[in-house]
């Protein structure tokens, strides 16, 4: 056992969430597999309050995976938004495609049927089964091994990178559900929520509020007089990377109506000149979605270099198409 207060640990964190939890519409009892399966690949990376309004946006369009399946692909891209990590859109495209084609338009229930969907990894296929289809697996974000290190292991933060070890005592920490045992597969389920919750809420990574804690007294790093972490947290940088290049791109593409020349996305021409070109789709309006693409993105100080390396990423990745008359999202 690692923890010699399990039982109680896991009554005062699954009773903390049904008091705590957020009132999240793709956790309520409407919420089919399609609508977990969309939140989690949009949760990845991705705070809740950015991901909330384009998922509304994005169910009420395409409720099942039919739906999506029958859009092209750009209209996924740009449904997408400014959520980041476009890629998402793509593969989540593509596991529509997928389960539309070969698992009667239903979402499977299955880690295994649905870790070979296209863009599923391990945590997600567990979160799906989990969320979705109250299957009891072993789920671990990055909430939840920041708690476990904490609660169990006495570390302000879980290792840089997930391991073994970590998912070994995620396995362990995990109430016993045995076939047909109903009572521990919904303890299981709702277990794997409330701590990827208090983990999002509580026990944060920068300013843990420890005081509203519902294990403080079983909390092995408060017993060890919360130590610092064993290494210096790095966040991602965003301005002046090539990451902020292709996002300033990839707007200006999903506010075109049609294909864009290489030589505008990467100078910065005047825009006046360039919206007086009737093959230039930018309008000179402000206000206008188009217009503030082209602002931001030849307002970047970008060298032509990372222009170039952001560009060809992006064709690279398949979020944009090079055809004869320029460049587009991909059809």
């Known amino acids: 056992m690692p923890h010699p207060d399990l039982e109680k640990i896991h009554h005062d964190i699954t009773a903390w969430y049904s008091a705590n939890a957020r009132d999240l519409p793709w956790r309520g009892p409407a919420a089919d597999p399609w609508a977990v399966m969309v939140s989690e690949f949009m949760l990845q990376q991705t705070p809740v309050v950015r991901v909330r309004p384009v998922w509304e946006s994005w169910m009420e369009r395409w409720p099942t995976p039919a739906a999506l399946a029958a859009e092209p692909v750009a209209e996924a891209v740009r449904a997408w938004g400014r959520l980041g990590y476009p890629r998402r859109a793509l593969r989540l495209h593509a596991a529509a495609v997928v389960i539309t084609d070969e698992h009667g338009g239903k ?13 599923i ?16 697996t072993v789920v671990v974000d990055t909430n939840i ?35 047909g045992d109903t009572v521990g597969t919904a303890l299981a389920n709702d277990w794997n929520i409330a701590v ?15 005081e509203d804690c519902p294990v403080l007294n079983q909390c092995a790093w408060i017993a060890a007089g919360r130590p610092e972490p064993h290494y210096k947290p790095k966040g991602q940088p965003w ?15 999903r506010h075109s109506p049609g294909p864009v020349n290489r030589e505008e996305l990467l100078g910065a021409p005047d825009l006046a000149v360039v919206a007086s070109k009737p093959r230039i789709t930018v309008s000179a309006r402000q206000g206008d979605p188009a217009h503030e693409a082209w602002v931001t993105l030849h307002a970047l100080p970008a060298l032509a270099e990372q222009r ?16 004869a008359t320029g460049i587009r999202l991909p059809r």
């Open 308 to 323: 170039e390396r952001a560009l060809d990423s992006l064709l690279a990745d398949g979020l944009a198409q090079q055809g």
């Open 121 to 136: 990894g391990t945590y997600t296929a567990a979160a799906i089964a989990c969320f979705a289809f109250k299957v009891p």
């Open 196 to 210: 990827m919750e208090l983990g999002a809420l509580v026990c944060t990574a920068r300013s843990p509020r420890c």
């Open 239 to 253: 301005h002046g990377t090539d990451r902020q290049v292709r996002g300033a791109m990839m707007a200006v593409l």
């Open 145 to 179: 091994r920041r708690v476990h290190a904490r609660l169990v292991s006495g570390r302000a933060l879980p290792e840089q990178n997930q391991n073994a070890a970590e998912l070994a005592l995620a396995a362990r920490l995990l109430p016993a559900a045995g076939p």
């Open 107 to 119: 979402v499977p229930g299955t880690e295994a049927e649905l870790l070979a969907l296209p863009g």
